[in-house]
């Protein structure tokens, strides 16, 4: 099992570029969530699923969206990206809501 | 809102001493505790949990004891390797949020250097 990967591993946009982060997971898992992580702050989480077709919105979610087309895939985009946004971006599932969560290695993210 | 708080970091050890990092949260509800490791280049990584108090979570050496008097879940290892050298984390969750997603709120993070 590859467990929870993501792809790409490092980015670098200039500001008003656009793009996707994928999440892919192998264990079947129904609940799947995105985090970011800042120097001080921890991880916050961004937006997160509770199943295959539904999203929804965390603690940080604005300038951000998320798709899960399918069970095994989550999907982060940035539509217009600012330098706000340099960060590094985890994602991570779990089987059922109390579920201990699994992370991927996570994409370093620079928005010049 | 709920929080975590953790000490400061880096924290710098030889080897074979003794660890404690300091964990305090705040809750309005009874919480689960955890703490995750990132070791460098990768993910976060579940060490231990306590899902009530008094309960004591143990994994590789390192133990946590959920203390709800203190609110506190402090981790220990009597004995770091080089191989502990990592970001520790601490979080919290109470479970269910709005739309059935489980939300970790983590603390900052206290890096862990362990010296031969």
């Known amino acids: 099992n590859a467990g929870v990967t993501q792809t790409p591993k490092f980015r670098v946009l200039k500001t008003g570029q656009s793009m996707t982060l994928l999440c892919a997971q192998d264990?079947?898992?129904?609940?799947m969530y995105w985090y970011r992580q800042d120097p001080g702050m921890g991880l916050r989480l961004i937006h997160y699923?509770?199943?295959?077709?539904?999203?929804a919105k965390g603690e940080v979610p604005d300038g951000y969206n998320v798709s899960r087309l399918k069970k095994q895939n989550f999907l982060l985009g940035l539509e217009s990206a600012a330098p706000s946004q340099t960060s590094v971006y985890f994602c991570?599932?779990?089987?059922?809501?109390?579920?201990?969560?699994?992370f991927g290695p996570g994409t370093r993210l620079t928005v010049l | 809102g709920d929080s975590v708080t953790q000490m400061e970091g880096p924290v710098t050890l030889s080897e074979e001493a003794f660890l404690t990092i300091n964990c305090t949260y705040t809750?309005?509800?009874?919480?689960?505790l955890f703490w995750y490791v990132q070791y460098p280049g990768e993910g976060l990584q579940l060490l231990l949990k306590a899902t009530k108090a008094d309960d004591k979570g143990s994994n590789k050496g390192f133990e946590a004891t959920y203390r709800k008097e203190t609110t506190s879940f402090h981790l220990e290892k009597g004995s770091v390797q080089v191989s502990d050298s990592a970001v520790y984390f601490c979080?919290?969750?109470?479970?269910?949020?709005?739309?059935?997603?489980?939300?970790?709120?983590f603390g900052t993070g206290t890096q862990l250097k362990v010296e031969l």
């Open positions: 699923s509770v199943g295959e077709g539904t999203t």
């Open positions: 979080a919290l969750t109470l479970g269910v949020l709005t739309g059935g997603g489980n939300k970790l709120t």
């Open positions: 991570a599932s779990s089987r059922t809501v109390y579920n201990e969560q699994f």
């Open positions: 264990m079947n898992h129904e609940y």
């Open positions: 809750a309005t509800g009874y919480p689960s």
